[in-house]
């Protein structure tokens, strides 16, 4: 009886750092996500004065070139935060059960790519669904 304790006890600690190191690489990812948007948004603004200022004759097309490049880096820097985020979720529902669920996240008519807002509350809802969880 003792030995199956042991056992029960090592997977309880197993599950639980398992959803613990998710739950940080999640919100690292909800956060990269939150930077990316805002790096997008500054990078697209940057692009359209510098193509304004070349358009004057201010600006140089290296300038044009750079800014462009900018918002392709912030653009590349969300996809993989979205991606982080997306594969996370999906370790953290399997650890839980709960495959199942990525698919009706995934599919949900509300969800957009880069949904701040929607990302978070679903994580954090998956999270304490988690947490009340017992081994079988």
């Known amino acids: ?16 750092l398992l959803v613990n190191s998710l739950y940080n690489t999640a919100t690292d990812a909800l956060n990269r996500i ?8 500054f990078t697209s ?32 820097e969300l996809i993989e935060a979205v991606y982080l985020f997306d594969t996370t979720l999906a370790k953290l529902l399997e650890a839980a059960g709960m495959t199942e669920s990525f698919f009706d996240y995934l599919n949900s008519s509300n969800r957009q790519i880069v949904d701040y807002e929607t990302d978070k509350e679903y994580f954090y809802s998956s999270c304490l669904c988690l947490h009340t969880c017992r081994l079988r």
């Open 45 to 76: 603004e940057l692009l359209f004065y510098r193509q304004q200022a070349f358009a004057e004759g201010v600006a140089t097309t290296v300038q044009v070139s750079d800014a462009i490049t900018a918002q392709s880096v912030a653009q590349i």
């Open 34 to 41: 939150k930077t990316a948007r805002a790096s997008i948004d």
């Open 1 to 16: 009886y003792n030995a199956a304790e042991q056992k029960y006890q090592a997977a309880e600690n197993d599950i639980a």
